[in-house]
T-cell receptor, first 113, second 115 residues
Framework: RKEVEQDPGPFNVPEGATVAFNCTYS??????FFWYRQDCRKEPKLLMS???SGNEDGRFTAQLNRASQYISLLIRDSKLSDSATYLC??????????????FGAGTRLAVHP | DAGVIQSPRHEVTEMGQEVTLRCKPISGHDYLFWYRQTMMRGLELLIYFNNNVPIDDSGMPEDRFSAKMPNASFSTLKIQPSEPRDSAVYFC?????????????FGQGTRLTVV
């Protein structure tokens, strides 16, 4: 089983749509969770951290379910500029892997007019 | 701050040649990571350093790959000899994390093509 699993997509949605991405992770001892965004032929960049109580940043909402080892990202009112690949990221197992960041394969989003 | 700086941006080399990729992390960041990205395998962690010391190199594919961090401002990833299957984008990232994992900042990557 992969350490971090995501639906690869692509998700093709019209502008204004709401879209949700899911991610599962295998290590129950993971403590840090993130969503990164990667544009075509660019480097990954942090979109937002994911906190236990859930958190929101504008149109983006992240949720964490530790019991199910499941992370989600919700994008409301999609914009053309949201088209990118969204990467789910989890830290590795302690002790030796605690500080390493493990990336999922990413979910591709294409927003069309 | 200029961010994480990688060089070269693009490298085309012949099979069997030695390739050296370079990285300058963000000043003050104690952690440095080398990742490789391909369409088939996504973003894979090859090795990471804390305070210039290699902590986990379990992702290094084989002995042809080696990485060093002689000081806090410089790291190299070397492939010798290179093979066509090494073709990928290699990213270096640094992180200011202390006790708990925090955001990693990526360089623009080196796109390696081995022919």
């Amino acid at each position: 089983r992969k350490e971090v699993e995501q639906d690869p997509g692509p998700f093709n949605v019209p502008e204004g749509a709401t879209v949700a991405f899911n991610c599962t992770y295998s290590n129950s001892a993971s403590q840090s969770f993130f969503w990164y965004r990667q544009d075509c032929r660019k480097e990954p960049k942090l979109l937002m951290s994911v906190y236990s109580s859930g958190n929101e940043d504008g149109r983006f909402t992240a949720q964490l379910n530790r019991a199910s080892q499941y992370i989600s990202l919700l994008i409301r009112d999609s914009k053309l500029s949201d088209s990118a690949t969204y990467l789910c990221v989890v830290n590795g197992p302690p002790p030796g892997g605690y500080n390493k960041l493990i990336f999922g394969a990413g979910t591709r989003l294409a927003v069309h007019p | 701050d200029a961010g994480v700086i990688q060089s070269p941006r693009h490298e085309v080399t012949e099979m069997g040649q030695e390739v050296t990729l370079r990285c300058k992390p963000i000043s003050g960041h104690d952690y440095l990571f080398w990742y490789r990205q391909t369409m088939m395998r996504g973003l894979e962690l090859l090795i990471y350093f804390n305070n210039n010391v290699p902590i986990d190199d379990s992702g290094m594919p084989e002995d042809r790959f080696s990485a060093k961090m002689p000081n806090a401002s410089f790291s190299t990833l070397k492939i010798q000899p290179s093979e066509p299957r090494d073709s990928a984008v290699y990213f270096c990232a640094s992180s200011p994390q202390k006790d708990n994992p925090t955001e990693a900042f990526f360089g623009q990557g080196t796109r390696l093509t081995v022919v």
